[in-house]
């Protein structure tokens, strides 16, 4: 038999209104998982069948988005590799030509090795850049003239009265028949003198 308590009628009425919630929540199958997840979260060994149920359909589908999860990123890093293997094959492809050019121009054996050492100490990747601050440290040497700053004008290096005949060439810039005709047969007669 039931036993009998008295009840306040205002607990009466809060206990019927929750008792009416929690109706409607049991009815809701979305509130129904809600109300057994809070129910897991404060205690954790109870039964709860939608979120079981729902565990046991899911696991497979979770599994396969782990793995699948696990594949993209393996390819992703792959792709990531390749890229930069590509990236770094392209750089000393460069750095090869570069330095193939840099022979092609006239540089040394050593002052490509030069170029190279620098490229390294600096963390320089491209070698143009590696010629510039090179030449800049390393100016060439101006070239040597023979006999001074005239040596190369040979109209002013003729002395006036030993050789009018090529004063005369000089003057004329080779277009008078008469001085080059003369200065030919001067030749011829050194020439024929010389055999004799």
Same mark, same amino acid.
């Given at each position: 038999m039931?036993? +009998? #308590?008295?009840?306040?009628e205002a607990e009466?009425? /809060? &206990?019927?209104?929750l @008792?009416?919630v929690?109706?409607k929540?049991? *009815?809701?199958p979305?509130? /129904?998982? =809600? =109300?057994e997840?809070?129910h897991?979260m404060?205690?954790p060994n @109870? @039964?709860?069948p939608?979120?079981?149920?729902?565990?046991?359909?899911?696991?497979?589908?979770?599994?396969l %988005?782990t793995?699948l999860? !696990?594949? #993209?990123s393996?390819?992703?890093?792959?792709?990531d590799?390749?890229?930069?293997?590509?990236?770094?094959?392209? =750089?000393a492809q &460069?750095?090869t030509?570069?330095?193939?050019r840099?022979? /092609?121009s006239?540089?040394?054996?050593? *002052?490509v090795a030069a170029?190279?050492k620098? +490229?390294?100490? %600096?963390?320089l990747?491209?070698?143009?850049d590696a010629v510039?601050i090179?030449e800049r440290h390393?100016?060439?040497?101006?070239?040597?003239t023979?006999?001074? +700053?005239?040596?190369?004008?040979y109209?002013?290096?003729?002395?006036?009265d030993?050789d009018k005949? #090529?004063?005369n060439?000089? %003057?004329t %810039?080779?277009?008078?028949d008469?001085?080059?005709m003369g =200065?030919a +047969? !001067?030749?011829?007669?050194?020439?024929?003198g010389?055999? &004799?």
């Open positions: 039931a036993r +009998m #308590i008295e009840v306040d009466w009425n /809060r &206990r019927q209104a @008792a009416a929690a109706g929540i049991v *009815g809701n979305s509130a /129904r998982k =809600l =109300l997840q809070a897991k404060v205690d @109870a @039964a709860t939608v979120l079981d149920a729902e565990a046991s359909h899911l696991a497979p589908i979770n599994a %988005k793995e999860s !696990e594949e #993209i393996a390819l992703k890093k792959e792709r590799d390749e890229r930069r293997k590509a990236t770094l094959d392209a =750089l &460069r750095q030509d570069g330095l193939q840099l022979r /092609r006239g540089y040394t054996d050593e *002052g170029v190279q620098l +490229m390294e100490d %600096k963390g990747l491209d070698v143009d510039a090179f390393n100016p060439p040497q101006a070239p040597a023979p006999g001074g +700053m005239n040596a190369w004008n109209a002013a290096n003729i002395e006036s030993s005949g #090529i004063q060439l000089l %003057k %810039k080779g277009e008078s008469q001085v080059v =200065l +047969m !001067e030749a011829l007669n050194e020439f024929r010389a055999r &004799r």
